[in-house]
């Protein structure tokens, strides 16, 4: 059997504002709905069981460093 692809889902730091910052505009979706639908999303294709997936959040963008990504890619 063949190894699961993996899906590496990296959300940036004004994620964190979902559903508080300007919800007429952005909506009222918070960042842990969104990956609740993601995941959803994912198992109602079947992509959940040919895929890994990870979620990755940064709270700040200088948390996105070299070191970081290549430990992500790594995975």
């Not at 063949?2 to 990296?10: E, P, T």
């Not at 979706?29 to 993601?38: H, K, N, Q, R």
């Not at 069981?49 to 940064?58: E, H």
């Amino acid at each position: 059997m063949s190894k699961a692809k993996k899906i590496i889902l990296v959300q940036g730091a004004n994620l964190t504002y979902l559903g508080k910052r300007e919800p007429e505009i952005y909506g009222r979706t918070t960042p842990e709905e969104l990956d609740a639908t993601l995941l959803e999303y994912a198992k109602r294709r079947v992509l959940i069981w040919r895929f890994s997936i990870q979620m990755w959040k940064a709270r700040r963008s200088t948390e996105f460093t070299a070191a970081q990504i290549k430990d992500l890619m790594a995975w």
